[in-house]
């Protein structure tokens, strides 16, 4: 009964271990770093003194700043759904990327950019307002 026990924790820790979960990424090119997300009226505007900012939990799009410069009038989804993306837990992400120049955003907004050198893995917080009345 023992060795059972023993043979099922095993088993059990070894099943964990495999977890896929993007945050345990090994990354040789991209990014890493915190998402802080927060909203509220824009109309007076919210200094950024007095904005209250939580760690986003969610989808981040990493979208080639060619598409998004071509975009015109184009469909904001089918831009999203071309481009690469992670899952942020917790505030928390990283993200494997080709050399190129991107657009980050959550599904709603986009105005980080960032910039994928080969090679090199960049550090970067990003944070993100969206105005729920102008």
């Known amino acids: ?12 820790l070894a099943f964990i271990g495999c977890d896929d979960d993007k945050n345990t ?12 997300y927060g909203e509220g009226d824009c109309m007076p505007p919210v200094f950024e003194s007095e904005r209250i900012y939580k760690n986003y939990n969610g989808v981040l799009y990493f979208i080639a700043k060619s598409d998004y410069d071509n975009l015109s009038n184009g469909s904001w989804k089918k831009l999203l759904d071309k481009s690469i993306n992670t899952t942020v837990i917790d505030g928390e ?16 907004k986009a105005d980080n950019v960032i910039v994928i050198k080969r090679g090199n893995v960049i550090r970067k917080d990003l944070k993100f307002w969206i105005c729920t009345s102008y």
Do not use: H
């Not at 009964?1 to 059990?12: D, E, G, Q, S």
């Open 1 to 12: 009964m023992k060795k059972n026990v023993i043979i099922l924790i095993a088993f059990l």
């Open 25 to 36: 990424l090994t990354l040789t090119q991209g990014i890493i770093g915190t998402v802080k």
């Open 93 to 108: 992400f990283k993200a494997n990327l080709p050399v190129g120049t991107f657009i980050v955003s959550p599904a709603d």
